[in-house]
């Protein structure tokens, strides 16, 4: 029996209680209705592939809400650390899970095709690692290729009909350089951003002190980097947060780097969550400009017949 929408509502809103302010939450809506379309058809083989897993928190999910669709438990999750696979291979006996680089293609060599691969919040941890201690900074270019080679072995998972899901940060499309004033809205939102500009690791953030103690002037793109980890600051994530760049490709990038691997965009969103969180740190000074978007939603499907 198919369940209907409003169930399915119901069924996340429950479910997904604790992610009610995290972005990804909509990947897995996503690809929950992905998952009911595809399962339609009783001939169809829905299983899923996640490159970059973590401890299982979207395929898990998945996999059990979905455990009435006959081949989902043939699903697989990959990543490189030990201690997130043993988590997994705890919480979802049932499925499998991989310990290994997705980036490379040996250590993937074997896991044959699926109708669904993801990748959430995986990808910008492929370009922060190609921060150079030479530069002090990412690589920018040498680390975008990384991104689309990870990208292009991701594709050679998934079999004909099947959708790549990709969940991630953005760059924002327009000047990045372009400069912006910024007024702090209390002492301690200043004292935040002097530890992200001192301990932020994979772009030197420069910015101009103003004369006024609250306001201070940096590029859009320091901008976008501060206050999308604004919100780790002061955490205990942080030691993790400060060494990964959440943006890499601008919407313009992410459908170019698609389009010359064949796939075709099903549908693109674009969505920031953290908006509140971010307005109380920090009010932005210069007219007509903004906070930046947050995350990307892709849905692009590889041409040809589902087998
Ligand atoms: C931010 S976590 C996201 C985990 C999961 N996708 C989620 O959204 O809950 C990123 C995960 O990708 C893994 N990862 C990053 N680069 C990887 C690579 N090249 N090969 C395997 N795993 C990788 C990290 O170990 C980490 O568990």
């Not at 993937?108 to 959430?120: K, N, P, S, T, W």
């Not at 910024?182 to 103003?210: G, K, L, V």
């Amino acid at each position: 029996m198919q369940e209907s929408d409003e169930f399915w509502d119901f069924y996340w809103e429950v479910h997904l209680q604790d992610m009610e302010d995290l972005g990804k939450r909509e990947a897995i809506l996503a690809i929950s209705k992905l998952i009911r379309r595809l399962a339609v058809n009783p001939d169809q083989r829905v299983r899923l592939l996640e490159l970059g897993c973590g401890e299982g928190q979207i395929i898990g999910a998945l996999v059990e809400a979905h455990a009435q669709v006959p081949s989902i438990n043939a699903s697989h999750g990959v990543d490189y650390s030990r201690k997130s696979i043993e988590i997994c291979r705890r919480l979802y006996p049932g499925m499998t899970f991989t310990e290994g680089d997705f980036t490379h293609p040996d250590q993937m060599a074997g896991l044959g095709q699926f109708e669904i691969v993801l990748l959430v919040n995986a990808l910008h941890e492929v370009f922060s690692t190609g921060y150079s201690r030479d530069l002090g900074e990412v690589a920018v270019e040498q680390s975008k290729q990384r991104v689309e080679q990870a990208l292009t072995s991701a594709v050679e998972h998934l079999a004909s009909g099947g959708y790549l899901v990709l969940f991630d940060g953005l760059e924002n499309c327009g000047d990045i350089h372009e400069r912006i004033c910024i007024r702090f809205r209390h002492w301690q939102a200043r004292r935040r951003f002097e530890t992200f500009s001192h301990e932020y690791r994979p772009f030197r953030i420069a910015y101009r002190e103003t004369g006024d103690p609250f306001v201070v002037e940096l590029s859009y793109r320091d901008f976008t980097r501060y206050i999308t980890k604004s919100i780790f600051l002061d955490k205990h994530l942080w030691q993790t947060e400060r060494l990964e760049s959440y943006q890499y490709f601008n919407e313009d990038e992410f459908r170019q780097v698609f389009a010359r691997l064949g796939l075709v965009i099903d549908e693109l969103r674009t969505l920031t969550v953290n908006y509140e969180k971010w307005y109380s740190e920090v009010e932005i000074e210069t007219a007509s400009m903004d906070f930046p978007v947050e995350h990307i939603l892709i849905l692009a499907r590889k041409p040809g017949q589902p087998e």
